[in-house]
């Protein structure tokens, strides 16, 4: 089974997680089939970014968080940023259309994407430093030019869950709808799109990546640090703690 479903509708083109058994997480090669799709369709006018199922997507995705794969996490985490990159590279506006949990790199994708409409009962999160982690692609950084550094420290230091309406009122996204409406507001947004200068929307969203050209080189600083802490006591037990759905017991600080 592919693990995206890939849609050309006219002038936009659909790209639809498809790992719903674990609620679309993606892995390297969920994220090369992305890059692969957007190099593929770059004369599309708009790009939209779904999940499959009750979900939209639950970030980053490894067979044993437990008993982490030094490389294999090294691919998945060099994917994603991959990913990303394409995604704000792309000539297109690419929109984020959020039918159910974002969480952790999949609430990253969403505060990468250059739009954002949700469904009502959508929510979002990040959960690294619940679990053995930190959302240095998106998470801890560019969140804050959508809702100011505070309320970004407290998505990331916090893992909290927030409804669609909470991020509609902090500018994490761009509209909410009813759940059934979702996909028809989406393709009123692509229709705006369709009606424009290709040429110029091209070199507006192009300007716009100048906060994240800047953080380029932290996004790359913060993998780093991600590496080498893979498999620390920290990571072991907030992975094992998530797998057996129990609140995690982090050693002191003193204990590293």
Known sequence: ??????????????????????????DRNTSDEIVAALRANARARAVVITGEGRAFCAGGYL????DPDHWELHSMFK??????????????PVIAAVNGPAFGGGNELVVVCDLAIAAESATFGQTGVKVGSAPVLGGTNLIALNVGEKKAK???????????????RL?????????????????TWCEEICAMSARYLEIAKISSNYWW?????????GLGMLMQAVGSPDMLEG????????KPNFPPRDAR
């Open 63 to 66: 067979s044993n968080l437990a």
């Open 154 to 168: 407290e998505v990331a230091f916090l893992c909290r869950k927030y409804t669609a309406a909470e991020a509609l």
């Open 171 to 187: 500018g994490w996204i761009n509209a909410v709808v009813p759940d059934e409406k979702l996909e028809d507001e989406v393709n």
């Open 79 to 92: 994917g994603s940023l991959e990913m990303f990159d394409a995604i704000r590279s792309a000539p297109m």
């Open 1 to 26: 089974m592919s693990d995206t479903i890939i849609d050309r509708r006219g002038e936009v083109l659909w790209i639809r997680l498809n790992r719903p058994e674990r609620m679309n997480s993606y």
């Open 239 to 246: 992975a094992t703690a998530f797998m057996e759905k129990r």
């Open 213 to 221: 050209n800047a953080m380029r080189d932290n996004f790359q600083s």
